[in-house]
């Protein structure tokens, strides 16, 4: 660090000799300490500038004058010089403000090490700030120097008043979440919480973040011990239950009696909806069913109850149920809206619309689509496609593609969409159109050179180009089963039927889709592998009984299942 008076001016001079420099001498000819700190704190950039000026009062000249050579060290670039000039000022003066400021610069910076030493400082000058201690803790763990977080931790802890200790404790967890030593994270924590554990008003609250980052670390038996001791000190405490919740979702032995064991003392409906998730999860149907209609019953004002249950009984088939409960969670979205509502209303809808259309009512289907509110682009464009695919799934291709021509404009997806209606239609080259045009608009959409690639291959045409295009998608997207099958299609055109076989086996193994099943088929087939061929194809029969590829594919080659 500078000493001397004459060591600033050297710097001084050496900074102001720039374009800045007549404008920096003319203020300090003329200013006081505040009005020249003022001068200097108008930004030259958002980047370099500085908090408010320390009080006057506590600096002198001498210190003045190197918090002056400090900022303008940063406005000439100099990073390292300007941070060490502040902090030393900090030190120096003892104000929490230049504190702040030093630790600023080296944030922006990215200076990890600068950031550290800069926020320990602060907070070992005033080890009451909360905020000084709060940096330093988030700083030692964003830079992984876990074992060093115990201390601001415990300060952070017991600075906090009463009545917000608990919520802190909550979101330990959350902080370390990024940790790449989990277990260690466990082992520093821990002892830090250890007081609060035995506390009444924070005891559950500890124990949930203990089982929570044991969870983390993959202790799923200290998790659940953990969880089991948040709910015997408050048998009603919900983040205790949803760790008992989320460790019941993994299968975790004895968790899920926690979790029965605590619903009937919840008052809301936020573990039960969770509960409904996880067996929905297990494919519990019934029990799912179960529960959503005690959460109906209790909580009847509750619009996401309705959706999921609405949406299980159109997965069921049972449509005059069905309707009714989305016509419930309908109206009680649209009376209390929220940020998810218009998502939850396009799914409601899209339901009801489709058990009409089973009905013969298509018509009927497609104005409650077109009547949901799409106050957003984004909305505007779900609501087409909603649309679109009501239309597609009841053979309406030609609709469906007179609608997207009206709209899709040089929306890579929209006209990703309508050139498979077109295909549909049977009109290859405006199939071709299209498709390319999504590839000039979007080069890297590697559906487009899978879908045009393929089609060539199916209906036999240059081979070599479809290979090309099936080949760059794959490229694109790597491993991807669907142009894996693509690839695997083109080769058994080609003639290549042991390189077909390898690729349409990779992509089975990737994905058991029917049509994948239906290749994969067909070239066994050919190469006499017809007891493989049968049982691969009664395979993709079990997967979609009405998948169209598999179902030509049998008719023509009348294997006999």
């Known amino acids: 660090m500078w000493k001397k008076v004459s060591d600033y001016d ?16 003319a203020a300090l000819a003329t200013a006081t300490l505040g009005s020249a700190w003022m001068l200097l704190c108008a930004p030259v950039s958002a980047q370099t500038a500085p908090t408010e000026a320390p009080a006057p009062s506590a600096l002198t ?20 010089l300007g941070f060490s000039l502040l902090l030393d000022a900090a030190r120096q003066s003892n104000d929490a403000q230049l504190y702040s400021r030093s630790l600023d610069v080296a944030l922006r910076a990215r200076s990890g090490d600068g950031a550290l030493t800069a926020a320990r400082a602060w ?61 260690l994270a466990v082992r520093v924590v821990q002892p830090v919480l250890e007081p609060y554990l035995r506390q009444a008003s924070t005891a559950s609250a500890a124990w949930t ?18 969880a089991r001791e948040a709910l015997t000190r408050a048998p009603n405490d919900v983040p205790a239950a949803l760790l008992a919740l989320e460790l019941s979702r993994r299968q975790v032995p004895a968790a899920e009696s926690l979790v029965r064991e605590a619903l009937p003392r919840q008052t809301n409906a936020e573990l ?76 409601a809808q899209s339901r009801r619309a489709e058990l009409l259309a089973r009905q013969g009512r298509l018509e009927e289907g497609r104005q409650l689509i077109a009547n ?20 597609r799934e009841h053979r309406q291709w030609e609709t469906a593609y007179d609608l997207l021509a009206r709209q899709s404009g040089n929306d890579a997806d929209l006209l990703y969409e309508q050139s498979m209606l077109a295909e549909k239609l049977g009109r290859h080259d405006e199939m071709e159109r299209l498709l390319r045009q999504v590839m000039a608009l979007q080069p890297d959409y590697h559906n487009a050179y899978n879908a045009l690639g393929f089609s060539l291959a199916d209906r036999n045409l240059r081979l070599q180009e479809a290979k090309q295009l ?11 089963p669907f142009i894996t099958d693509s690839l695997g299609w083109v080769e058994f055109r080609l003639g290549n039927w042991s390189a077909a076989l390898l690729h349409l086996q990779k992509a089975y193994a990737g994905r058991a889709d029917a049509e994948i099943a239906a290749h994969l ?24 009984p009405d998948n169209e590829t598999l179902k030509e594919t049998l008719q023509r080659l009348q294997p006999g299942l």
């Open 10 to 25: 050297a710097a001084m001079n050496r900074t102001l000799s720039g374009k800045a420099g007549k404008r920096w001498h």
């Open 61 to 80: 000249g001498e210190l003045f004058y190197q918090i002056l050579v400090g900022e303008l060290e940063l406005r000439q670039g100099e990073t390292a």
């Open 123 to 183: 907070s070992r000058a005033f080890p009451q700030d909360r905020q000084a201690n709060s940096q330093w803790l988030q700083i030692l763990i964003a830079l992984g120097k876990l074992a060093d977080s115990a201390e601001p931790l415990k300060n952070e802890l017991s600075l906090a008043p009463d009545d917000e200790r608990r919520d802190l404790i909550q979101q330990i967890p959350a902080r370390y979440a990024r940790v790449a030593d989990k277990t």
């Open 209 to 226: 973040s203990v089982g929570r980052l044991r969870l983390a670390a993959e202790d799923k038996a200290g998790a659940l011990e953990a």
């Open 272 to 347: 039960a909806m969770g509960y409904v998730r996880v067996l929905i999860e297990q494919d519990r149907y019934t029990e799912a069913r179960e529960q959503l209609d005690a959460i109906t019953r209790q909580h009847p004002q509750l619009p996401e109850a309705w959706l999921v249950l609405g949406s299980m009984q159109f997965e069921q088939g049972q449509a005059e149920q069905a309707d009714a409960s989305l016509a419930r969670y309908v109206e009680l979205a649209q009376k209390n809206p929220n940020p998810a509502t218009p998502r939850g209303l396009l799914q």
């Open 372 to 391: 949901l509110p799409s106050t957003t682009q984004e909305e505007q464009r779900s609501r087409l496609l909603t649309e679109v695919q009501l239309l």
């Open 470 to 480: 099936i080949v760059k998608a794959l490229n694109l997207a790597p491993d991807d």
């Open 521 to 544: 088929g067909e070239v066994l087939w050919r190469l006499k592998r017809a007891d493989e061929a049968r049982q691969i194809w009664r395979e993709g029969l079990k997967i979609a």
